[in-house]
Nanobody, 127 residues
Framework: QVQLVESGGGLVQAGGSLRLSCAAS????????MGWFRQAPGKERVFVAS???????????FYADSVKGRFTISRDNGKNTVYLQMISLKPEDTGVYYC?????????????????WGQGTQVTVSS
């Protein structure tokens, strides 16, 4: 069982920045791929970014086209934590951000690739 706890969400003006964190339990965190997904009000949950695990895609990072150049995903295996640094935020970035763990280490874009999910953290970007 893997538990994921997100933090760092909040209200920010357009153009601002936030850093989300996701703390994970588990002894083999470094082998997990970790992903961030976003769900806007009334919409489906969509892929934002992922980072591979040592047992899969070896730390490779992937981004949705809408966030490339603005968001950066990273991980600290010593702290069992994955981060999402977000800059130049836009109102369309608003939503609940979920952290997810893929025990196969691959970090695909599909949410069905992920085995465990956090409860989410709200990000609101005002115009």
């Amino acid at each position: 069982q893997v538990q994921l706890v997100e933090s760092g969400g909040g209200l920010v003006q357009a153009g601002g920045s936030l850093r989300l964190s996701c703390a994970a339990s588990g002894r083999t965190f470094s082998s997990y791929a970790m992903g961030w997904f976003r769900q806007a009000p009334g919409k489906e949950r969509v892929f934002v970014a992922s980072i591979g695990g040592s047992g899969g895609s070896g730390g490779s990072t992937f981004y949705a086209d809408s966030v490339k150049g603005r968001f950066t995903i990273s991980r600290d295996n010593g702290k069992n934590t994955v981060y999402l640094q977000m800059i130049s935020l836009k109102p369309e970035d608003t939503g609940v951000y979920y952290c997810a763990a893929d025990l196969n280490g691959l970090g695909f874009r599909s949410e069905f690739s992920y085995d465990y999910w956090g409860q989410g953290t709200q990000v609101t970007v005002s115009s």
